[in-house]
């Protein structure tokens, strides 16, 4: 599967952002999804997964309560809609795709979206 990012931008704190994740190739059904993010000079970290069938969700702490993951598989779509921004949320947003167990698989990174909090 082939993944795409998109909706990132630059938005002052407080402020929303919707990113989504559209997928090309296998079905998307079966697959469980996941949003990480990099901060300039800091390692990709974990922001949230959804289960295949949408009925699991998984949020890192600090997004908890602000972020929604959503998943719409007949339309091959994931979501990620970030409310209450704040500066520290800023980075590089990418979404991955995978099966079973697994919250992401190494040849399912794409191109990312920037997104950018103003204090």
């Known amino acids: 599967v082939q993944l795409q990012a998109s909706g990132g931008g630059l938005v002052q704190a407080g402020g929303s952002l919707r990113l989504s994740c559209a997928a090309s190739?296998?079905?998307?059904?079966?697959?469980?999804v996941a949003w990480f993010r990099q901060a300039p000079e800091k390692e990709r970290e974990f922001v949230a997964h959804?289960?295949?069938?949408?009925?699991?969700?998984y949020y890192e702490d600090s997004v908890k309560g602000r972020f929604i993951i959503t998943k719409d598989s007949a339309n091959n779509m994931g979501y990620l809609q970030m409310n209450n921004l704040k500066p520290e949320d800023t980075g590089v947003y990418y979404c991955?795709?995978?099966?079973?167990?697994?919250?992401?698989?190494?040849?399912?990174w794409g191109q990312g979206t920037q997104v950018t909090v103003s204090s």
């Open positions: 991955n795709a995978a099966t079973g167990s697994s919250w992401y698989r190494n040849d399912h």
């Open positions: 959804i289960s295949w069938n949408g009925a699991d969700t």
């Open positions: 190739g296998r079905a998307f059904g079966s697959y469980g």
